[in-house]
């Protein structure tokens, strides 16, 4: 298939403010993305089968973004997909021969919603890991053992979203209550358990799980969002926390959070896309963490969703609250909640 | 993957390392395959801890294998505690055949396996301190461990902090340990000060140190973060901290905070703008309400009392309600509304047609002399500042704020002037300037506005400055017409607040 077309020029060839901005690698990423996995033996790929459920959710997810999605195996995909549900348990283990785990069982109910191949798994089975992991203050543990972690609270409201079975299952009053246990005075933002500094990797979750729960009006919009907008550094890149170096995944956390929002308008969109396209490496293809440094599928996804949610060219519109394509969402009829500007 | 930076390698050197990776390739799957043959097979020994101990050394982020080593620790525990047991049982018969001799101590064996655990979680934090895995697995090693020495976990912290005094799972994991060991929170604060002033860069212990005052230092009126007295000396603290560098966000923050309301502890919704009629009432809250239909509304009057139902959200965000049932309502009577446990006596219309109720936004806190004193002192500091460094981001924003908490209406113009500059200075924040400068000036109008002759049917925005947003929308849905610049209707579309005069009787 010849996907040059997709390929447009950043700016409509003007060239004239914004001649130093590079250009969007479109088939270097694709063809990066598209052999992510294909060497078997490679050192990296073997070292990260630990995640590979989200390793695979990363890459569909950018590929559909690009308009790419057929130039991976849907068939093996979901086969593999299903050989990772546990069949005690019901949840999703990263590959086989690893356990079950909140964290997974998400990625695998995103990509089986992005291939429409949910009549695969057995659903209800997902459904009982997740209510069985909530605990008596709404807190959901990632997996028996017990960890607790705001992240969990949004893989189990995101997962119960796209199966569409959040009412009568969780306490959603109670878990709601949890997340603005973890709500901090000082800037509104949020970190991984009560009292837990604030982190826009965990601010995303939060506000994410209050999207989808349809609980923003619980924010502090303007303490947040200021917080939240002060992550942009003169690079144009986003740090996650205060004083800290910039990052291609920050910049989605924090990006999709002012989207969700309402306040993306609270920073430079145009020197946030000049960053993200300068972690491109442009040899291999995929998106590293900052400029120069070596790329991997993780930041390759947030890279491209980044640059959609600003709106580049030749991308598909990703939601930023379920971090999947926005047609995807559409196809499911769900409607997480957004803010609209003040 | 997080700050590997490329580096161009000679081809001798790519052919050394793919040798090395495809070593550690096979011998990962090796130690993989036997570890899960061996689980498999239920055989949670020694030899297991010692595989696993393998991968987890370079890769501690393999949870499996963390959950396999818990599976062998349970199996030890329950194997100690059944040959205690059965030690018990021989002591008894022993006992009663005479012998005195005693079996190694089990204890001793149940702490060497917990020590191990904890040796090996210690080792990972090494590799890779961030580590979620291996700091989880120190937690549960701990809550099994009821002999578990807390002081040494928080001195295990002290030296954490000191290698990395930002990472954020060293202060939560120092959180909970200085919970189990009860270290009293004017301790905890000591060490914040300690951390703070070797390093004022450091937002992890400002956070710290903002759980601990609150709770030390408790403002009965919760309308600021701690007490007065205590409040004062941290803006002097925090104040010196961020004139050390300027360029530094840590303290500012903290700062903005110390300056704030304190604690939001209205937990009821807030009633701010209401007004009835022959058409219906309208009602808007301080913040959305987006559970109203589910609160009983009681209008009265003298002994006479009605329900109002049947209420529609007249915004997206659910602050304002509207309800279109019709009113009797007689101007030589005087109303009064109840909601959640609110009382809200409503005024009289100057035009007899019904009865309204309105508090404009932003009531300034009451201020101590020494409070407002201090407030004074930081202020000219950091007008002292500005005149070496007029371009200094935080001075800018925090002289701002200074002088809205010492008197906003006053120093309002003056304000407002500091955002014009940040605009410039801090460009990439621009947006955020003008949606503050719209909310410094819509709060300024709507107080202006309840005591105009026109109040509350027409509102007119006299401010000059162009605006971009209009905040506070919900306050305006008292009147009946909008006086505002056709170029901010246009910005806001269908995001215009509704005028009560747009409420039109149900059909």
Redesign the interface.
Known sequence: MDFTTFVKPTNGGSGDADAGIQELQFCKHVKYIENHGKQEDDYEYCMTEFLRMSGIYWGVTALDIMGQLDRLERKHIIEFVKRCQCSTTGGFAPCEGHDPHMLYTLSAVQILCTYDALNEIDCEAVVRFIVGLQQPDGSFFGDKWGEVDTRFSFCAVATLTLLKRMEQTIDIDKAVQFIMSCCNQTDGGFGSKPGAESHAGLIYCCVGFLSLTHRLHLLDVDKLGWWLCERQLGSGGLNGRPEKLPDVCYSWWVLSSLTIMGRLHWISSEKLQQFILSCQDAETGGFSDRTGNMPDIFHTLFGIGGLSLLGHSGLKAINPTLCMPQYIVDRLAIKPQILSRP | ??????VRTTEEERERKKKE??L??RA??AA?GRI?KKRDAGELDDEMLGLTVQILH??P????L??IR?ECVLEKIKQLSEAEAESNKSDEVQAEAGAEEKPAAPEDKLQSVYGQELNVTEQCLMVNPKS?NAW?HRC?TLEQNPQADWQREVQLCNKYLKYDE?N?HT??FR?FVTAKAAVPAEQELDFCTEKIKVNF?N??S???R??LL?TLYPNEQRDR?MSEEKLQQELEMVLTAAFTDPN???AW??QR?LL?G???ADQAPKVVAFRMGVTGAVIAFK????DFEQLKVELSSNEDSWQLQSWQPAD???TTWKNQTPIDYQKDRSYSLKLSEQEIKLLPLPTGDGAFYFVPPHAASSCSKELLDELQTQLQSCFDLLEYEPDSKWTLLTSALLMRAIDATANHERSLEHLVELEKVD??????YK?LA??WTLELELAKWATSIKFPKRFELTSESALT???YGQYLAIADELELSEELKEELGD?LPQTFAELKLQE
Request: hydrophobic share 30%; aromatic share 16%; net charge positive.
């Open positions: 993957m997080h700050g590997r930076v490329k990776h495809a550690k390739v990962y799957r993989m899960l370079r890769n982020d393999v949870t499996t963390w959950n818990r979620y989880h549960w930002r954020f202060w939560d959180r860069s937002y992890s400002w956070h710290h903002s759980l609150p973060p530094d966000s840590s923050f903290y905070w704030g304190g604690a939001q913040k959305p309400c987006p997206s965000r659910r460009a990439l924040r621009k947006g955020y949606d719209a909310c947003s209009l905040p995001r």
